[in-house]
Structure formats: structure tokens, C-alpha cells
């Protein structure tokens, strides 16, 4: 019993479980799932559907803060990409062919794949920290977005991309299908190889790592190339849902959603070891809360909020003076004095650097 | 027994009395948990000397420091300054109290003005705000009674380490400091600087000022010092005045072996090995820095290199050289006939050269990963990413490695941090050795750890130069150096000074060549 | 009597000669060079601004850089503070766009300036204090914390109302509308407030012991805790400065704007960012002025002027400043590791 209480996994779970009963002891309706014309539907599958974009986005920050990174381009990665696919299926004689589609994905995922290199550039070889190379990503990424839609919001009418995003394949919608398929491409590269354990190294202490011998410059290039495939894909998603390329709101906030979920996950921020399904637990909760407070009747521009008190109450849980208050309260001796050296030299980790 | 107590005439019946220290540690334990760090300590500064606080890695010394100076409460014992007894809450507080401290990593703003480095926190304040003008010009008053020609308008970070350690200084005696304690101040300075340094304490204590020198340097501390603290593992060996001290004793008394046990027969190591063709690593003329100038060695295979010299003296750099952590800035080095200078760790682990660093914390062990994992770390980097050692196999190996170096606790599972650091070094040496590797480079391996492990890992690499391995061993600890070695490469002040057959080396011969007693400076 | 210490030509005096006095200038004032960097770009652009465009350099023209940006100013001196002990707060243009709706709504409810504006300072102080707390106590990273002001700012702004408010209290509509002019050159209370922000902030950082305090920190925090500063506080007052000025600069743009909007200032807090270092001031804290950051609001100010002089697209400016923030930063860490070399 202590053992599955311990797990990394425990408290993820059982928040989302708890979110899930509460939410189907106001509205049994949110569980049940129904069978229409050979697809699944039910707020459930809505939730997994919806996920998609997040889900991915969040898979990349993952491996990324593994590495003691962070990548805030995301978003912007996300408009560029979905600025490009559209652009070009606009562009095309024929909007609706499976080729066009196939091109546009192609080109919309290789820029991205490009974008990604580019952070990844910056921060293996320049040696820049994440946090400020990935900004400026995020800082003109969306220029460059607006740049390619000409400013507009270039609207498409094409049946294969759309069903990218809303059309269902074996009962299940495609959307969901792409990011579980994501997710396991994901967990088996870090997990059947040995690219886990040491991304897992390079994390905790790139320095020891190096000298052990791996290749840390090849494993944080290789996380950011990942985290602007994933975005790209995420991009491509989006766009495709609302048959649009909005340069302003694609991806807005999601780099903080996607750390949120990394955090609920349970990885750290200070890289290391880390846990992809922890990140599927924290997205799903994520998405969860969200359609929770949709129901709640608040409008969803106003959601920020309740996640903002989410963020706050999940890092105050996790910081070690809290767990001293609480090692305190318990205990039955009063501190001491070694305990806390008010002026004792700790190297703090409260710099801008995500360290890279 | 009060041995070289300063003596005062006392004002009023003309006689010699022996002084009051001005710092007086009674007892002092401090506890980590259920481990005493320091146990019963006693430690006494009077006015106006210079003290050295000796001991070697781990004996105690910093943690001394840190009660002195307020980081830790004394969990036994008490502190008296000027007479009464004193009970520090934070640095802050002893430092109000006239202790100043300046540590190894000088503890001040690189980004601001020296003036302003040095009054910080006590500024002069005029109408409206801080009083530059009157800053500057009180800097510059304390700079010149210490003899230092400075700018005192002039960035901190824009002067060398030494200038800015004197810098700190200044800041501890405006604030009218009782006692000074300097922490390896001279780990960073040319001869010149420490000369300057020298001058500067001199001056102080001509003012009354204690100062506690604390030094792994033995000349510097037989040039400077009244009187001498040895702690040993925590505890206190004893006080004695350095000029009735003799250097063989002092060693003695730090490492707490007889000289008779120094010297006698150690297990010797196979007999040196055929000269072979080619020495597997050859090294002509390496410079890093400062720290190591010109340095020219050759490792065969079979055989146990031992360095031998102080903290400082460029041996760490040597190996560092060697496996290409740090880049030569002349010089090359060779491996089994490939030039890799400046190739990075990996072309020297690729021709089967690793190093092992001194600082295992940050260089060496990755602490929140498993045992299991720290062991195979090395090996599956060489795999690559895509060669996954599978989980069974890499348990058998680590479980293997486990068992033939006796790493205790055998739990493969747990965080390699919590072992200890004889075990902890163990784990890095099954590390490296699952690469079967050419050409060992290790760096303080024992350094930190108690006896029994110590022996063990002796045997071991006494044992892998018999099965063919190249070892050069790093170590402060002379005695153990001799013991394991074949040849020893005598380092002082970045050069090699001399390397010699350890067959009949007595530690008198080889303290004489690192130590460097009187007579002529380097 | 001291022996040669490998130190600088020493005290003033000494020497005289032109290598003598750079070189002086250079151990005293090195961390002027990202600012007077800032400032040459400055001159460029107006410069070439006006060759292209004649008349780019009027002094009207001019007058709406200032005013134009004042919101700007206001933020990036707040975001100064923050940088310069080594945090960053991306909360700011939530913040603004929050206290900007809240005022507005306020007003619109007939309450009067006088009580409104405190009010939005107040709430600025709040977030910036939550963030502070969060930053100092609970040892949570500056990004992550002020995510979650960003977060908590911009959902609040939507709670305060969905859609934009229109302001008509005559009080804050003066701090636009007024004029002061002189010559073909104007000013108008906003950018007097912009510029009294900028003045405190300046006489704060180089004559208080806070100030210096917040120097200290960026240098070395592990330092100025042994020295004996008060490190705590001032570092969770930053962020509560930062917040005020996220207030102020709330006020500004709703005057500006006439209305309070919940959509403003999404973005702004990355321009903020960029403007502070392109002014000089470095992302490791420790150095840096607030009168660099007025230049590199300007800066930012410029290419956006100049773009929409050219019939470009907005969307490059963004894309200009990013290349610029890339060049900044790459340029400051060659200049880090080129010193890190040296010591």
C-alpha cells in the first residue's frame, strides 16, 4: 500500500480521478459515452480530443525541461506552423486533394523542425540560456506568423486537413489518435533507447555527464529539434479545427499550460528525471478542470484564474519550506538551530536561469 | 597544557602575564544528524597573532570556521569573544561582533566599486542619499593604511583575484574587526600577491588584530604563522607555537600516524615493469594556465604513476590535461601514438583514457540517479543512444561490480548520494572500469574516506596495473602515494619537479621535495 | 611601497595621457558599454530615419515617441528592477491590461480618479507581492511565479468585464488630452508621469541603500546576504515595484486609449523584457541602468515608427526586435565567457 502511495504517479492519478468523480456527481452525463455512425462521443472523448494540442506541445517541454531546459516558442513554432500549411493549401488549385494536404504538412512540420533546430542551436552550441533563446523565438515567431498570413486570418476550406482535426478513425477522433501516437513514439524513443536515462544524466548533472562521456551538446539539441516537431504538429492541429490560421491566438499560453502539465506530472523544473506519463496525467487534468470550468457556467476567457490558483498551490506543495513547516509541526522538538542558518549561505536557485 | 601563550607586562606590577585570547573556542561540537563533525574542539586566538588552523581534508577546519563566524550553532561547547561568552544567530551578527571573515570564494560584488564593496551596508549618507564623494574618499583612506594603490571608484571585477581578496579585507578591518579569519587565501596567488598578502596581515597584526590563517600550504604557514591548531577527524590534536614545531611532527600530528609507520616497508607493488615500447601516454611540455607550466611525463601500461605535491601545485591539471577535460595551451599529448590535446574527454576516452575527478559531488557521482545507473552511465554513453543495454543485463553488470569492489549498501537501486563517499568513489571506479579502460586517471580517490576503504581502493589499483592498466594516482596523502606507486612524479608550483623510482623512497625525501623547507623559493 | 599587483593605472592623478584616462574609464564604467551601445543604435536609427524620410526627426514626431511608448516606459523601468537582481516578471502586461479595466470600471461607476488610481496601484502591488512571496519564500523560480500573476492578472481582467469599457472621467482623460507644448515640441502629463517614474526610479537605484541592495543581489546574492543586507526584502519588493508600475502603466494606456481593455498588453511584457535589454541592462542582473531602458524603449519605439513610415507590415517590428534581443544576448554572453576566461 506505502509503495503505490509513494509512486511519482499516486497524487497525479488521484486528482484526476477525484476531478472526474466530482465532476460526474454534478452531471452524471460526463461519463457516458455513446455510439454514433461508428464514432465515440461523450465529454470524455471531448476532452481527448481537445487534449491533442496541448498533449503535444506538453510531450516536447517535457523531454526539453529534462534537460534543464525550458522552450517558450511553442506557441509561436504553433502559429508559424499552421500559418504555413494554410498558406499553402490557399495557395494551391486544389485545396481539397489529399496532395496539397501532404505538402503542406510536409513543409508546415520541416519549418518547424527548423525552428526547433534553431533553439536548439542557441542553447548546445551558443551556450545561451534556454529561457532567453527560446524568448526570442516567442517574441518574433509570431511576427513572422502574421508575416505569412499577410496579417489576415486565411480561412480554408479543405476536407482532408480538417479531418486532421475532427474526423474520427476506428471510433476514436483522429486528433486524439495522432497525439497517443505521438505519445508512445515519444515514450519508446526514451525508454527503449538509452536517450531516457541519459537525458535523465545530462539533466541532473551535465557536468559529471560530460565527463562520463555522453554526448550532452547531441541530447539538448535534440530535445528542442523534438519539443518544435511536436509544436509544429500541434500547430497543424489547431489550425486545422478551426480551418484557420489565427497568428495571434494559436497557441496562445500554451507554453504555460505545458509546463503546468509537466509540473502536475510530476518531473521537475530542475530537469532530471522526468516521467512522460506523468505529463499525460497533468494534461488530462488540465483539459479536465478546464471543461470543468466551462460547465461551471464562467466564461473562458476569465479561466486563468483557477489555474493561476492551480500553479500557486502545486509549487507551494513542492517547495522544501513548506515540507519544513510540516517536518516541524510533526515533529515534537522545537527546530534546530542547524536547521536554519537565516544567514547561511545557500546558493538559491532564484536567477532567471532555468540553468542551462 | 597552555603551550607559547603570548605574554603582556601587566600594567601594574610590571610582571609578565599571559595574555587573554581574544577568541576563545571551548569544547565545540557541532552534529550533521547523529555524526559529530567537529567533537570537543579548542581552538584560542589572542591579540595581535597570526594562527594557523591545520588539518587535512575533512579534519574540520571549515566547520570551525562556520561556528566562529556564525553559519552553525555549536550544538556543545561555547565561544567566548574579549571574555564573554557569545552566541552568534547568523554571520551578520559575528561580524558586528568584530569577526570578519574572507573566504576562499571571495564573498563580495564583483559588479559595484571597490568603494562601495567595502562600505556596503555602512554607507556614508549625506542630505538626499548615499555620500560617494565621502565613500570614495574613506576607501581610499583604508586602502592606503594597508598599502594597497587601488582605484577605489574602479569596478571590483576589473582586479585580479588578489587585489580583490585584499579588498575584502579592507572591508573587514573598516568595520574595527577583533579577529580576522582568512580561509586559503592564497590558493590563487603568484608569489608576488602572497608576498603583498603577507605584508598586509602583518600590518594588521602589528594593530592587535588576531588573524586565523587556515592553509593547506606548509612553507606559508611556517613563514607567517605564531602559532598552530591541528585538528584531525574532527577533534583537536593540539596547539603548539610553530617555531619548537617540527614539519615531520606537524605532518604527523595531521595524519595521525607515526613517523615510524611513514616510512616503514608498504606492501610494494609488482617490480616496475618491463621497459615497454611505447608508454601508452606521453605528455611534452603541457601548459594550463598558471597552474601547470611546461610538464612532461610518460604513463606505461602495468605501472601505478603516483603525483605527489600540495593542493595547488597543478597536479589535478596535469590529469586534466591528460583527459582532455581542460585544453593544453602548448605542449601536446599523445595516446598510444594519436596527438588528442585539446580533442576534448572524448577522444581520450575513445583510446581508453578516463579521468576521475576530485570532486566527486559535481564531477563525478550523479547523485539522484541509482547506483545501478551511475555505473552504467559511462558504458551506455559509449553504446550511443540507440544500443540500449537491456535492463537484465545492465543489472547482472552493475550487481557483478557491486560484489568485486564490496559497495555497501548492495542496493542497486538506491541513490548513489546517500552512499558513502568510500562507497560513492567505488561506484566511479566501477564506472570507468566497465569500460575496460587503458589508462586510469584518478584524481584524489581516497580523499574523504575512512581507512578500511581507503586500503581497499589501494589494493584495487595496485591490482589494476597488475592486469595491465595504466594508473596515474593523484593523492594530498604522500604516504599512500609511495605505497601504491611504481614511479612518483613530484609536483611543485606547476612544474614537475622530479619523478622517481617509489622502490626506497623515504617520505623524508619526498616531504623534502614537495614541502620545500626554507632554503630557496621556486 | 606595494608591489606590482597587475592592477589598473591606480589612483586618479596619477597618470595623465589619453591611454590612462580610457583606461580609467574603462575599470569604473564598463557596464556603461551595453547602455552607450543601446544609445549609438539609437542614433542610428533616427538618423537614417531621417535621410530616408525627411521628416522622420520633427520635433512632433519626436514628442510621439515618448508619449506614444509611455506605457512602455513605465514598464520596462519596473521590469529593470526585476532584471537587475536576476528574476523576471512576466506578468506585467497582464497586470496592466487588468488594472487598466478595473480603473475603467471603476469610473465608469462614478467613482472618482482620486480613489480609483490608488486602487489600481494597489492591485499592481498585490500581484507583485504574491509574486515576491512566492519568489523569496517559497523559493518558486521568478518565470514560474510571475506565470502565475500573468495568469491570475489576465483572468481577473476578464472578471472585471468581458469587453472593453470606455472611460469619460474628465480627470483621467486630462492626463492625455493636455498639452504642454513648447516650440514644435509637446508633452502631456502622461509623459511627465512617464518620466517622473523614470527619475525615482534613477535617484532609487544610485543613491539608496535599496537601490544599491538591488544591485547587490544581482551580483551575488550569497554576497550581499553576508554583508549583511537585507536580501529578502528587497527581493520581494522588486516584484512589488514592478506591479506599481504595472499599475502606472495602466493608467497611462487607459488614458491614452480612452477605455479599458482586457485584451491589452497580451505580449507587452516580452517587448518590456526586450527594451530593458537592449538598454544595457544584463539578464544575469548585477548591471544596468533605467535610463538604458528609456533608450530602449525608444529603440523599440523607432523601428516601429520607422515600419509604419515604410507601409510595412506591424508584424515586423516584432521580428526586428527579436533580432535585436538575439544580438544583444549573443553579444553579452560572448563578452561573459570571454571574462570568465580571463580570471
Redesign the interface.
Same mark, same amino acid.
Not at chain 2, 89 to 93: E, L, N, R, T, V
Not at chain 2, 362 to 369: K, T
Given at each position: 500500500m506505502k509503495k503505490v502511495l509513494r509512486h511519482r504517479l499516486f497524487w497525479p492519478i488521484a486528482a484526476l480521478v477525484t476531478l472526474i468523480v466530482v465532476n460526474t456527481i454534478v452531471r452524471p452525463q460526463f461519463i457516458v459515452v455513446s455510439v454514433r455512425d461508428g464514432q465515440l462521443y461523450g465529454v470524455l472523448i471531448d476532452i481527448l480530443r481537445t487534449s491533442a494540442p496541448l498533449m503535444l506541445v506538453a510531450l516536447g517541454m517535457t523531454v526539453v525541461i529534462a534537460t534543464r531546459g525550458i522552450d517558450l516558442s511553442v506557441g509561436a513554432i504553433m502559429a508559424v506552423s499552421g500559418a504555413v500549411a494554410l498558406t499553402i493549401i490557399d495557395a494551391s488549385s486544389d485545396p481539397g486533394s489529399i496532395g496539397t494536404v501532404l505538402l503542406a504538412l510536409v513543409v508546415a512540420l520541416g519549418v518547424s523542425l527548423a525552428l526547433g533546430a534553431w533553439n536548439g542551436l542557441l542553447v548546445s552550441v551558443a551556450g545561451i540560456q534556454p529561457i532567453i533563446a527560446t524568448l526570442v523565438l516567442m517574441l518574433a515567431g509570431r511576427g513572422v506568423a502574421l508575416l505569412i498570413t499577410d496579417g489576415f486570418i486565411t480561412t480554408v476550406n479543405s476536407a482532408p486537413y480538417s479531418f486532421i482535426a475532427t474526423g474520427y478513425l476506428l471510433f476514436l477522433p483522429v486528433a486524439f489518435l495522432i497525439a497517443l501516437a505521438a505519445i508512445v513514439v515519444v515514450a519508446l524513443a526514451e525508454r527503449r533507447t538509452a536517450l531516457g536515462v541519459l537525458t535523465e544524466a545530462v539533466g541532473i548533472n551535465p557536468q559529471a555527464s560530460r565527463l562520463a562521456g555522453v554526448r550532452s551538446r547531441g541530447i539538448v539539441f535534440g530535445a528542442y529539434l523534438a519539443s518544435g516537431l511536436l509544436a509544429g504538429i500541434a500547430g497543424v492541429l489547431y489550425s486545422a479545427n478551426i480551418r484557420a490560421a489565427d497568428a495571434n491566438a494559436a497557441g496562445q499560453f500554451i507554453e504555460l499550460y505545458a509546463i503546468l502539465a509537466v509540473v502536475l506530472g510530476g518531473t521537475s523544473l530542475m530537469g532530471g528525471k522526468f516521467t512522460i506519463a506523468g505529463t499525460v496525467v497533468g494534461v488530462l487534468i488540465i483539459q479536465t478542470l478546464d471543461k470543468t470550468i466551462l460547465f461551471l457556467g464562467v466564461p473562458p476567457a476569465q479561466s486563468p484564474v483557477f489555474f493561476a490558483v492551480v500553479v500557486i498551490v502545486v509549487v507551494v506543495l513542492q517547495s522544501p519550506r513548506l515540507h519544513k513547516w510540516i517536518r516541524d509541526l510533526t515533529s515534537k522538538r522545537a527546530p534546530r538551530a542547524n536547521d536554519s542558518q537565516p544567514g547561511t549561505p545557500v546558493g538559491t536557485q532564484n536567477k532567471v536561469e532555468v540553468a542551462s | 597544557m597552555p603551550v607559547g601563550v603570548p605574554h603582556v607586562r601587566d600594567r601594574d606590577n610590571g610582571q609578565m602575564q599571559p595574555a587573554t585570547p581574544i577568541l576563545e573556542l571551548t569544547g565545540a561540537t557541532?552534529?550533521?544528524g547523529a555524526d559529530a563533525v567537529i567533537d570537543g574542539v579548542g581552538l584560542r586566538l589572542f591579540p595581535g597573532e597570526v594562527h594557523s588552523l591545520m588539518g587535512e581534508n575533512g579534519a574540520g577546519k571549515s566547520t570551525v570556521i562556520k561556528a566562529i563566524t556564525?553559519?552553525?550553532?555549536l550544538?556543545a561547547g561555547r565561544l567566548e569573544l574579549d571574555g564573554e561568552v557569545v552566541r552568534f544567530?547568523? @554571520?551578520?551578527?559575528a561580524? &558586528?561582533a568584530g569577526i570578519g571573515t574572507v573566504y576562499q570564494e571571495i564573498?563580495? =560584488? @564583483?559588479? +559595484?566599486?571597490v568603494a562601495?564593496n567595502i562600505s556596503? /551596508?555602512r554607507?556614508p549618507r549625506a542630505f538626499?542619499?548615499?555620500d560617494w564623494k565621502r565613500m570614495r574618499r574613506e576607501a581610499?583612506d583604508i586602502l592606503l593604511e594597508l598599502? +594597497?594603490?587601488?582605484?577605489p $571608484?574602479?569596478?571590483l571585477?576589473?582586479?585580479? +583575484? $588578489? +587585489?580583490q581578496q585584499l579588498v575584502a579585507i579592507a572591508r573587514a578591518i573598516s568595520a574595527d574587526v577583533k579577529v580576522l579569519v582568512l580561509d586559503e587565501p592564497t590558493s590563487s596567488l603568484d608569489l608576488?600577491?602572497v608576498?603583498?598578502l603577507f605584508r598586509v596581515i602583518r600590518e594588521l597584526t602589528a594593530r592587535g588584530v588576531a588573524v586565523l590563517f587556515v592553509s593547506h600550504f606548509l612553507d606559508q604557514v611556517y613563514e607567517l604563522c605564531d602559532r598552530l591548531t591541528v585538528l584531525r577527524d574532527g577533534k583537536f590534536v593540539g596547539e603548539y607555537l610553530t617555531q619548537e614545531l617540527l614539519r615531520i611532527d606537524l605532518v604527523e600530528a595531521m595524519l595521525g600516524r607515526s613517523a615510524a609507520a611513514l616510512t616503514a616497508p608498504r606492501p610494494a607493488p609488482e617490480s616496475t615493469p618491463e621497459g615497454t615500447a611505447d608508454p601508452a601516454v606521453v605528455v611534452r611540455d603541457v601548459s594550463v594556465g598558471r597552474r601547470l607550466r611546461n610538464a612532461s611525463v610518460d604513463l606505461v601500461a602495468g605501472e601505478v604513476l603516483g603525483v605527489a605535491g600540495l593542493l595547488g601545485s597543478g597536479r589535478s591539471e596535469l590529469a586534466r590535461a591528460i583527459g582532455g577535460?581542460d585544453r593544453p595551451e602548448n605542449g601536446f599529448v599523445r595516446i598510444a601514438g594519436t596527438d588528442v590535446s585539446g580533442g576534448g @574527454?572524448?577522444a581520450a576516452?575513445a583510446l581508453g583514457v578516463f579521468?576521475s575527478?576530485e570532486d566527486r559531488r &559535481?564531477? /563525478?557521482?550523479?547523485?539522484? =540517479?541509482s547506483v545501478l545507473?551511475n555505473i552504467t552511465? $559511462?558504458l551506455?554513453?559509449?553504446?550511443?543512444? =540507440?544500443? &540500449?543495454?537491456p535492463s537484465a543485463r545492465r543489472r547482472e553488470l552493475a550487481a557483478s561490480w557491486v560484489e568485486a569492489l564490496d559497495i555497501r549498501p548492495p542496493d542497486l537501486d538506491r541513490p548513489a548520494g546517500t552512499l558513502s563517499g568510500g562507497n560513492q568513489q567505488k561506484v566511479l571506479l566501477a &564506472?570507468l572500469l566497465a569500460l575496460s579502460p587503458q589508462v586510469l586517471l584518478l584524481d584524489e580517490p581516497t580523499r574523504g574516506i575512512d581507512v578500511g576503504a581507503k586500503v581497499e581502493i589501494q589494493n584495487l589499483v595496485v591490482e589494476m596495473a597488475a592486469n595491465g592498466l595504466s594508473v596515474m594516482f593523484i593523492s594530498a596523502e604522500l604516504e599512500e602515494v609511495v605505497r601504491v606507486a611504481h614511479r612518483v612524479a613530484v609536483l611543485r608550483d606547476g612544474v614537475v619537479v622530479d619523478v622517481l623510482p617509489a622502490e626506497n623512497l623515504t617520505m623524508d625525501a619526498l616531504l623534502a621535495l614537495v614541502a620545500q623547507p626554507g632554503g630557496d623559493d621556486v | 611601497m606595494t608591489t606590482d599587483m597587475q592592477t589598473r593605472p591606480t589612483a586618479p592623478g596619477a597618470e595623465r595621457g589619453i591611454v590612462a584616462r580610457y583606461n580609467t574609464f574603462m575599470s569604473r564604467r564598463s557596464s556603461l558599454m551595453p547602455t552607450l551601445a543601446a544609445v549609438a543604435i539609437l542614433i542610428i536609427l533616427l538618423v537614417a530615419a531621417q535621410v530616408r524620410f525627411d521628416r522622420f526627426l520633427s520635433p512632433g514626431n519626436l514628442s510621439a515617441l515618448l508619449l506614444d511608448n509611455a506605457y512602455l516606459v513605465v514598464l520596462a523601468v519596473g521590469m529593470t528592477f526585476v532584471i537587475l537582481t536576476g528574476g523576471i516578471d512576466l506578468s506585467v502586461g497582464s497586470v496592466m491590461a487588468f488594472t487598466g479595466i478595473l480603473s475603467a470600471s471603476l469610473l465608469s461607476q462614478q467613482l472618482p480618479a482620486i480613489i480609483v488610481i490608488p486602487v489600481m496601484l494597489l492591485g499592481g502591488a498585490a500581484i507583485g507581492l504574491m509574486i515576491g512571496v512566492l519568489v523569496q519564500y517559497f523559493n518558486v523560480q521568478p518565470f514560474i511565479a510571475s506565470l502565475a500573476g500573468l495568469f491570475l492578472a489576465r483572468g481577473l481582467a476578464f472578471v472585471v468585464s468581458l469587453s472593453s469599457i470606455r472611460v469619460e472621467d474628465p480627470a483621467v482623460l486630462w492626463l492625455q488630452r493636455t498639452r504642454f507644448a513648447f516650440g514644435g515640441w509637446y508633452i502631456t502629463p502622461t509623459g511627465l508621469i512617464a518620466l517622473a517614474v523614470v527619475a525615482i526610479a534613477f535617484y532609487v537605484l544610485h543613491w539608496t541603500r535599496f537601490g544599491r541592495t538591488v544591485y547587490a543581489i544581482g551580483g551575488s546574492e550569497q554576497s550581499a546576504r553576508l554583508m549583511g543586507l537585507k536580501v529578502a526584502r528587497t527581493k520581494i519588493l522588486v516584484y512589488v515595484i514592478s506591479g506599481v508600475c504595472g499599475g502606472v502603466a495602466g493608467l497611462l494606456l487607459t488614458a491614452y486609449s480612452g477605455a479599458g481593455y482586457p485584451r491589452n498588453g497580451i505580449g507587452t511584457e516580452l517587448d518590456a523584457i526586450a527594451a530593458v535589454v537592449i538598454g544595457g541592462t544584463l539578464l544575469a542582473g548585477g548591471t544596468g541602468y533605467v535610463l538604458g531602458s528609456l533608450v530602449g524603449v525608444l529603440v523599440y519605439g523607432t523601428i516601429k515608427k520607422l515600419i509604419s513610415f515604410m507601409g510595412a507590415e506591424q508584424s515586423w517590428t516584432q521580428i526586428i526586435i527579436g533580432f535585436l534581443l538575439l544580438v544583444f544576448i549573443v553579444v553579452q554572453r560572448v563578452i561573459v565567457t570571454r571574462s570568465q576566461r580571463r580570471t
Open positions: - | 557541532v552534529r550533521f556564525g553559519v552553525y550553532q550544538d544567530a547568523s @554571520p551578520h551578527d561580524q &558586528r564573498d563580495l =560584488l @564583483p559588479n +559595484v566599486s562601495e556596503l /551596508g554607507e538626499g542619499g548615499i581610499h598599502g +594597497v594603490d587601488i582605484d $571608484a574602479s569596478l571585477g576589473t582586479h585580479s +583575484v $588578489a +587585489v608576488d600577491e608576498a603583498e577535460i @574527454p572524448r576516452m579521468y575527478s &559535481r564531477e /563525478g557521482i550523479i547523485g539522484d =540517479l545507473e552511465l $559511462a551506455q554513453a559509449d553504446r550511443g543512444i =540507440l544500443r &540500449r543495454i &564506472r | -
